[in-house]
């Protein structure tokens, strides 16, 4: 099997991670919106909103050096000499964090949860955990261990999701239906811990090979930070300037459209585990072509799932919201699906300025976009309302991409196809609008028309000759090996792809239960 086939097959392997971690905060959405309140699920958004920032800023850096500097490391001890003293700096700098969310608790209390002290706790709690897990799957994500990576991300999703539905279930008040979010990412903390000491035992390391691990990570900071504004902190500024209602109509809306995002995590988690070894090695065409077809795979995807999103937004938020939410939110969908376009296009190009080390740019990028971003946010909210915020996003991601585009094009060629990309823009029009002629409504309808737009779509693909032949037979070597690998694999991976596939089955039988009540 050719070393490319395999990262396609990880390609896979993420994917599939990601659409199930995608599907549990979806599924939960109808069981949330339809048991409390649209101020209460406003909540709900705002604490998920907070633990996605904690470990951008109390990681520093880390995991992403993590991935750079060792994924190439094949001795055991000098893994160890790095690994401990990063992942003991990080208890550190979260504690810190942590901290001052207690110190100053009252007023982020009532700035983002209607001033119960009791999420704040939960949402510290979690946040910590959240920070540590990130450096532990982190580990598992430099050394390619993508079965271990995969199950934990879906674990850590699944067992919050799944305890937090039988708390919404058994009546529980929302400040304890929080609490279920916390028992997920407390489970695989202490499964991935358990492994890695039992893999590198337990040690201090190295403190001085930090000093040129923080002088890469630390100017990450800013653009992790900042990227987190971009995506997140609307709805800070939509809470505060409009209420937690309004955040309880935006949410579903953006989170339908951010899903296209997962799309580009597998890229993410892969290249830059992979490019790194091609570019030591001076290998600028391998380099290249890994870059090239990942752009290609991850606009083949995200073009036509953008389309069909923007066209289905209004239907497919009144099956999983209730039509206040819907109603408010739909427009909302286009904008985000747009936005995170650019941003998986600038997600695969940064890592030309990652592999000449120039995260200095990229830090200095974000600030400026983040800057842009809350500005944007302060004068089209007020006059835009939700709709201003989306607006915001989609600039501030447009604004990314270029920049970085433009650099990069200084050191590497840019992964592009301006003749493909036509032929997949083309295409996914053509199945917008067959789907918009159908005008779906009901969850068996949307399910139709969603099987009749991947039809027509890649009819057209095939019909324009946007794939290769040479991409079909690869695609058909993975289908192969992958009818091999359900022959003659383990039990251990049978049952994990068996656990995932009940996930999905009993997942989509709650929500179809859920409509039909």
């Known amino acids: 099997m050719s070393e490319y086939v395999r990262f396609i097959q990880r390609i896979g392997l993420v994917g599939l991670t990601n659409i199930l971690i995608s599907l549990s905060s979806l599924i939960f959405i109808p069981i949330i919106t339809k048991s409390f309140t649209t101020a209460e699920y406003g909540m709900w958004a705002q604490v998920n909103t907070t633990i996605a920032l904690v470990p951008n800023i109390a990681n520093l850096g880390l995991p992403y050096t993590m991935v750079r500097f060792l994924s190439a490391e094949k001795d055991k001890e000098k893994i160890k000499d790095s690994f401990y003293p990063m992942i003991s700096l990080t208890f550190i700098s979260t504690l810190i964090i942590c901290s001052l969310f207690l110190i100053f608790g009252n007023t982020i209390a009532n700035a983002l949860f209607n001033g119960s002290m009791q999420v704040l706790y939960i949402t510290t709690a979690i946040s910590f955990f ?28 699944y067992i919050g999701v799944f305890v937090s539905i039988y708390l919404t279930y058994a009546g529980y008040d929302i400040e304890t239906v929080v609490l279920g979010l916390l028992t997920g990412y407390v489970a695989v903390f202490i499964m991935m811990a358990f492994l890695i000491v039992k893999y590198l035992g337990i040690g201090i390391g190295k403190w001085s090979n930090l000093k040129e691990q923080l002088a890469f990570a630390l100017p990450t900071i800013p653009s992790n930070v900042s990227s987190w504004v971009v995506d997140s902190s609307d709805k800070y500024v939509i809470g505060i300037l409009i209420g937690s209602v309004a955040v309880g109509c935006y ?82 969908t286009p904008f985000v699906c747009l936005g995170a376009i650019f941003m998986g296009m600038y997600g695969i190009t940064n890592n030309i300025l990652i592999l000449e080390k ?69 295409a996914a029009l053509i199945m917008g609008i067959a789907v918009y002629i159908m005008h779906p409504i009901g969850i068996i309808n949307v399910l139709i028309s969603i099987v009749a737009g991947v039809i027509i779509y890649f009819a057209t693909i095939f019909i324009l000759k946007a794939v290769t032949r040479k991409e079909i037979a690869i695609l058909k070597e993975i289908a192969n090996v992958y009818l091999m690998i359900s022959i003659t694999e383990s039990q251990y991976k049978k049952g994990t792809y068996t656990f995932l596939f009940l996930i999905f089955l009993v997942l989509f039988v709650i929500e179809l239960a859920n409509e039909m009540l």
Request: aromatic letters at 12%; glycine letters at 6%.
């Open 130 to 157: 959240a920070c540590m897990n990130l450096m532990l799957i982190s580990f598992f994500r430099t050394f390619q261990q993508m079965k271990r990576y995969s199950l934990f991300l879906v674990l850590q999703s």
């Open 251 to 332: 949410s579903p809306g953006y989170a339908l459209g951010s899903i296209l995002l997962m799309f580009l995590s597998p890229f993410a988690v892969l290249l830059p585990a992979i490019l790194p070894e091609h570019y030591e090695k001076g290998d600028i065409g391998e380099v290249d072509k890994y870059l090239s077809y990942s752009m290609k795979y991850y606009l083949l995807l995200t073009i036509p799932a953008a389309v069909g999103m923007s066209v289905l937004s209004k239907p497919l938020l009144y099956i999983i919201t209730t039509p206040e939410i819907a109603l408010g939110g739909y427009m909302v």
């Open 358 to 426: 120039n995260t200095m740019i990229l830090g200095k990028l974000w600030i400026v976009v983040a800057i842009s971003n809350i500005v944007l946010n302060l004068l089209l909210v007020p006059y835009l309302n939700i709709l201003g915020a989306a607006i915001a996003t989609l600039i501030c991601y447009i604004l990314a991409f270029a920049v970085t585009a433009i650099a990069s094009k200084k050191t590497m060629r840019l992964p592009f196809n301006i003749k493909e990309l036509l032929k997949i823009v083309s």
